[in-house]
């Protein structure tokens, strides 16, 4: 059973943030997420409510591992075949059934796991003057869940976890 912990109705300038949900995680992909093809349903029940509110991003590998510090730049060695060096630029896109709401819905690109960290994500949060955000996508529980509520936190934003079924979260 889902869990909710709203403080009052979702207003106007809430904000959907649909995280990766592009063809590099579905199950063709290198990096396959097994929950985002199914949750595509939950997707486009949001985005369609407001698709001018909706943000989508997209995860952007490096060039190749050199361009990357640290650790990172091992684990690119790693996996090269997902750098830009070699992966196929589709790879990159959104899935397709969410590819036809943009534009209305913009596309923010990120170059780090979190799109809470390291992109101009906020910037463009509070340039739209989004005050909540609706979060769903590939990934949105763990690790990711909690960099998210971090953030909502430090940027005095409300936020809502929009859970899938398949992804083992739970709707806050």
Same mark, same amino acid.
């Given at each position: 059973?889902?869990?909710?912990? +709203?403080?009052?109705?979702?207003?106007?300038?809430?904000?959907?943030?649909?995280? @990766?949900?592009?063809? +590099?995680?579905?199950?063709?992909?290198?990096?396959?997420?097994?929950?985002?093809?199914?949750?595509?349903?939950?997707?486009?029940?949001?985005?369609?409510?407001?698709?001018?509110?909706? #943000? #989508?991003?997209? #995860?952007?590998?490096?060039?190749?591992? *050199? @361009?990357?510090? =640290?650790?990172?730049?091992? $684990? $690119?060695?790693?996996?090269?075949?997902?750098?830009? *060096?070699?992966? @196929?630029?589709?790879?990159? @896109?959104?899935?397709?059934?969410?590819?036809? $709401?943009?534009?209305?819905?913009?596309?923010?690109?990120?170059? !780090? $796991?979190?799109?809470?960290? =390291? /992109?101009?994500?906020? /910037?463009?949060?509070?340039?739209?003057?989004?005050?909540?955000?609706?979060?769903?996508?590939?990934?949105?529980?763990?690790?990711?869940?909690?960099?998210?509520?971090?953030? +909502?936190?430090?940027? !005095? #934003?409300?936020?809502?976890?929009?859970?899938?079924?398949? /992804? =083992?979260?739970?709707?806050?």
């Amino acid at each position: 059973m889902a869990e909710h912990h +709203l403080r009052g109705p979702i207003g106007p300038a809430a904000t959907h943030l649909c995280i @990766d949900m592009q063809r +590099l995680l579905a199950p063709e992909g290198p990096w396959p997420t097994p929950w985002a093809e199914p949750a595509l349903e939950c997707q486009v029940g949001l985005i369609e409510r407001r698709p001018a509110a909706t #943000f #989508f991003t997209r #995860f952007i590998p490096p060039k190749t591992p *050199e @361009d990357m510090p =640290g650790a990172w730049k091992r $684990y $690119y060695e790693k996996w090269r075949e997902v750098t830009r *060096e070699f992966i @196929d630029p589709q790879l990159l @896109d959104l899935l397709e059934p969410l590819q036809k $709401y943009v534009p209305p819905a913009c596309v923010v690109d990120k170059t !780090r $796991y979190s799109a809470f960290v =390291g /992109s101009a994500l906020h /910037s463009v949060l509070r340039k739209h003057g989004a005050n909540t955000l609706i979060i769903s996508g590939a990934e949105t529980f763990g690790r990711p869940c909690s960099r998210a509520v971090e953030c +909502l936190e430090q940027w !005095r #934003f409300e936020g809502v976890l929009a859970a899938t079924p398949l /992804s =083992g979260g739970t709707a806050r």
